[in-house]
T-cell receptor
Framework: AQSVTQPDIHITVSEGASLELRCNYS??????LFWYVQSPGQGLQLLLK??????LVQGIKGFEAEFKRSQSSFNLRKPSVHWSDAAEYFC???????????FGTGTKLQVIP | GAVVSQHPSWVICKSGTSVKIECRSL??????MFWYRQFPKQSLMLMAT?????????EQGVEKDKFLINHASLTLSTLTVTSAHPEDSSFYIC??????????FGEGSRLTVL
């Protein structure tokens, strides 16, 4: 069975600092990988996705993520965080079929001045 | 990207009453939609898969009679929480799949049962 681990429940960074959110997955083959962001009381917005090809994918709002097969990871990065980036971030895996989307437990990002 | 809209965004009801939440795909057709429940500070839990023109598929442990799902058209799925009780209070989110495997989510609906 597929699973997703986000080891950091809560991260605090200063505005302007770089950010990396960790995501590890467990699945036999290469899955489809996603990062979503959720603002308080809102639904989830897709930041970026990886299906195949270039392992470094660019997303919206200046985010990028790198797929590393050897580490079973799909970490999310941003070079300079803005206060508006404060939200909850979910990594998700789809091993095939829309039902089989598994979400990580989320990482809450706090941005301080 | 595709837009999915939920209504209402929040609802307060008395215990024992029923509440209907709508999920619409605004600019695309969705033969399948998904309903999730999200507890505070937790991830999303898939409740059921809504199928246009057929019965919904429920995940293990989800009460079919409590959470009625209807997918009446290619752009509308509804979740009805029947005889709601305080323990049904939660954040409910719907989603619909896009052409390339990603899910598009509604804004979510906060249900509070008094």
């Amino acid at each position: 069975a597929q699973s997703v681990t986000q080891p950091d429940i809560h991260i605090t960074v200063s505005e302007g600092a770089s950010l990396e959110l960790r995501c590890n997955y467990s699945y036999g083959a290469t899955p489809y990988l996603f990062w979503y962001v959720q603002s308080p009381g809102q639904g989830l917005q897709l930041l970026l996705k990886y299906f195949s090809g270039d392992t470094l994918v660019q997303g919206i709002k200046g985010f990028e993520a790198e797929f590393k097969r050897s580490q079973s990871s799909f970490n999310l990065r941003k070079p300079s965080v803005h206060w508006s980036d404060a939200a909850e971030y979910f990594c998700a895996v789809n091993s095939g079929g829309y039902q089989k989307v598994t979400f990580g437990t989320g990482t809450k990002l706090q941005v301080i001045p | 990207g595709a837009v999915v809209s939920q209504h209402p965004s929040w609802v307060i009801c008395k215990s024992g009453t029923s509440v209907k939440i709508e999920c619409r795909s605004l600019d695309f057709q969705a033969t399948t939609m998904f309903w999730y429940r999200q507890f505070p500070k937790q991830s999303l839990m898939l409740m059921a898969t809504s199928n246009e023109g057929s019965k919904a598929t429920y995940e293990q442990g989800v009460e079919k009679d409590k959470f009625l799902i209807n997918h009446a058209s290619l752009t509308l799925s509804t979740l009805t929480v029947t005889s709601a009780h305080p323990e049904d209070s939660s954040f409910y989110i719907c989603s619909a799949p896009g052409d390339t495997g990603e899910l598009f989510f509604g804004e979510g609906s906060r249900l509070t049962v008094l």
